[in-house]
């Protein structure tokens, strides 16, 4: 019995020296202040975006015959580009109009870019796309299209409305849409009584 507890003490000592050199060769060692870490990679930039292109055709009726309208959006190459609120490039706009007799010759043919309603605009759409044209209704002496500039982005609504007005002598004016979309309470409460 006694050579057992002369063996357990000789292994417990080796054991606490073992211990105490390990920790002491841990201890000697410079510690380093050096954080390893992934280089960040850069996210590619995107790719200038195009809004999308459309055309439209629709028959109205105006001063008596009828009246074909087309309306094309083309992304074009060699505009300046646009952007959106985050920075995104986008392909702006050329935006051509015609306006079609019943017996198929042209009454109106043109094409308009967002320097057409630069004036009209302003400075804070500056960066902003041509983002479409839309007929809105007809009188005896007008045609009338609701046209828009703004932010390129199909979710946004940060634009600015504009009427476009075409003469039935084919004159063009523009001007900011001040009028609401919307009717107010009391509007609507007359149409009804009426």
């Not at 979710?155 to 504009?162: A, E, K, T």
Request: net charge negative; aromatic share 8%; charged share 30%.
């Amino acid at each position: 019995m006694k050579t057992r507890r002369i063996i357990t003490r000789t292994f417990a000592a080796s054991a606490i020296c073992a211990a105490i050199a390990l920790w002491a060769s841990c201890s000697n060692k410079p510690q380093s202040n050096d954080i390893i870490a992934r280089k960040p990679v850069k996210a590619a930039p995107k790719p200038t975006q195009t809004m999308g292109d459309y055309s439209q055709n629709r028959t109205i009726s105006w001063l008596g015959s009828a009246y074909t309208l087309c309306v094309e959006r083309k992304a074009d190459h060699e505009l300046q580009l646009a952007k959106d609120e985050t920075g995104t490039k986008y392909y702006d706009n050329r935006i051509k109009l015609v306006i079609k007799r019943s017996d198929d010759s042209e009454f109106f043919n043109r094409t308009f870019t967002k320097a057409d309603f630069a004036d009209y605009v302003g400075n804070d759409y500056k960066d902003g796309a041509l983002l479409g044209i839309v007929f809105d209704r007809a009188d005896s002496d007008n045609l009338y299209f609701a046209a828009s500039v703004g932010s390129p982005d199909k979710m946004s609504d940060n634009y600015v409305p504009l009427v476009l007005t075409i003469s039935r002598l084919g004159a063009v004016k523009i001007k900011q849409d001040t009028k609401l979309d919307t009717t107010s309470d009391e509007e609507a409460d007359e149409e009804v009584e009426e």
